[in-house]
């Protein structure tokens, strides 16, 4: 078995991606040494901006041999194409959400890596931040009792309002369920285990959106997409959530509650990686802030796990097997608000446990 940073390609030099070559930086335990993109100017631009040695097109940085690990973040229509073609040249690799655009086709797709003996992570990865990972602990330690149900939501305007290119947002495989949707169901899963059925309604206010910032502002685009989702989710392992997922909310709004049996805990935006965690026991006249323990680094905690799971044959925490469930989750929802009845996701999981509270992705563990 090879010891060693993990050498790592980073795929598709968009807006994301800064955050990434800055985090996995950090990081010793991966080694960046390529960007790749179809823009090979900008993927050229961001190797320069970052310290990373080589830039092209996929064939080129697939073709050096220091690569182990492929980091996808193209956009959502291109993660099936890009990620097997990763696996085909013997790569691992940890993709951007969703996983895929149907479930099929990330069935699929894992199947490959694993008869090909390679790892597939996914994001979202913001669940192993320091703030989702305490709100685990806190669960697990029975600080809100038997967990019961929970409340979230995640509205605002849309990204049109700052994206430089938000075309994509309003077609299949975004949209604010596919887009905001995985940082919200992950955390549920990770709390409660899989889901076991949901029902959901759906809509779209506009046909049409205008891009308002950056060289696309003021061009016309269609909505091909729900804009706003509501969902109940029920968890084979008891507890009930209610979701709303939408850009049509004048008013941004984020909301993540956790009730049990004995109190109810604030959850931080699983959008990020740190926040406060707030306990109400029940009775109580206001809420008491519990302790915060962990990193909070940024996107990429997910990358330096799997680089570590691959030297160490574990299984990664931020796996693909996770991401196919919210996204046969995802796709559940789409599927019933379009029937209106309930519906399921066909594949069954358990999640993994909180990380250590020592965990650091700062040290470095593989020689």
Request: hydrophobic share 50%; charged share 15%.
């Amino acid at each position: 078995m090879s010891s060693g940073p993990v050498g790592v390609a980073v795929v598709g030099a968009g807006v994301i991606s800064a955050e990434y070559l800055r985090t996995l930086a950090a990081f010793p335990d991966v080694r960046v040494v390529a960007v790749a993109d179809l823009d090979i100017a900008r993927a050229e631009a961001a190797a320069r901006a970052h310290g990373v040695p080589v830039a092209g097109d996929l064939a080129t940085v697939l073709a050096l041999p220091e690569v182990e690990l492929v980091v996808n973040l193209t956009v959502p229509a291109a993660h099936v194409a890009v990620a097997r073609e990763a696996l085909r040249a013997g790569r691992h690799v940890y993709g951007e959400k969703p996983l895929a655009l149907l479930p099929g086709e990330a069935e699929k797709l894992l199947a490959e890596a694993a008869e090909r003996g390679l790892l597939v992570g996914c994001a979202p990865d913001t669940f192993l931040g320091a703030g989702l990972q305490s709100a685990l602990r806190a669960v697990a330690a029975g600080h809100i009792g038997a967990p019961v149900a929970a409340s979230t939501a995640v509205c605002g305007l849309g990204p049109e309002r700052w994206h430089p290119d938000p075309a994509f947002f309003y077609q299949p495989g975004a949209g604010p369920l596919f887009d905001l949707g995985p940082y919200y169901l992950t955390a549920l899963v990770a709390l409660f285990g899989g889901v076991e059925r949901v029902a959901a309604s759906a809509r779209r206010a506009r046909a049409e959106r205008v891009a308002g910032a950056g060289p696309a502002a003021g061009r016309v685009f269609p909505v091909d997409v729900p804009t706003h989702v509501s969902a109940l989710l029920d968890f084979a392992s008891g507890p009930t959530a209610t979701s709303v997922f939408s850009w049509d909310a004048a008013r941004p709004h984020l909301h993540f509650e956790v009730v049990g049996t004995e109190a109810t805990l604030s959850v931080p935006d699983p959008n990020r990686f740190d926040g406060s965690l707030r306990l109400r026991p029940n009775g109580a006249a206001d809420w008491a802030e519990l302790p915060v323990a962990g990193r909070a680094d940024g996107r990429g905690l997910g990358v330096v796990d799997l680089a570590r799971s691959i030297r160490t044959g574990t299984a990664p925490r931020a796996s693909g097997a996770l991401a196919l469930h919210v996204l046969e989750t995802m796709t559940a929802v789409t599927d019933s608000a379009r029937r209106g009845a309930f519906t399921g996701p066909p594949t069954p999981f358990v999640p993994p446990a909180p990380l250590p509270v020592a965990w650091d992705p700062t040290e470095a563990t593989l020689g």
